[in-house]
């Protein structure tokens, strides 16, 4: 998670408890690859961006992430990082989310290092 999103994170996503079921579910999925567009998608538009599609109706809340596949201990993986939580107020991507997305695509985080569990 980008620090910038850390803050609205805990206040609209943990501490709402069916934010936090829903989101959990998302991750459960993207884990198991099971993910389908109504719940994450990865945008084909914008390379390397994707968005959780935490609410829907009047409460459309979206978390914006950047994709990334790194190499840990020999194994591709995806790397997402939650940037940005916004309402969504239409079902297209507004100019505002376009830019979002185009910022994030930008955006190099400074992640550290991995702890591999095999050292």
Do not use: P
């Not at 190499?71 to 940005?84: A, N, S």
């Amino acid at each position: 998670m980008s620090i910038d999103a850390l803050e609205d994170f805990v206040k609209r996503i943990l501490k709402k408890q069916d934010k936090k079921k829903k989101f959990d579910y998302i991750v459960e999925n993207i884990y198991r690859n099971k993910a389908v567009k109504s719940i994450y998608e990865e945008y084909t538009n914008y390379k390397g961006t994707a968005v959780f599609k935490i609410g829907r109706g009047q409460d459309n809340l979206r978390i914006y992430c950047k994709i990334e596949y790194v190499i840990v201990d020999e194994i591709k993986q995806k790397r997402i990082t939650l940037h940005k939580i916004w309402n969504k107020k239409i079902q297209q991507l507004s100019n505002k989310e376009i830019g979002f997305l185009t910022a994030i695509q930008k955006i190099e985080f400074n992640y550290g290092r991995f702890i591999s569990k095999h050292a």
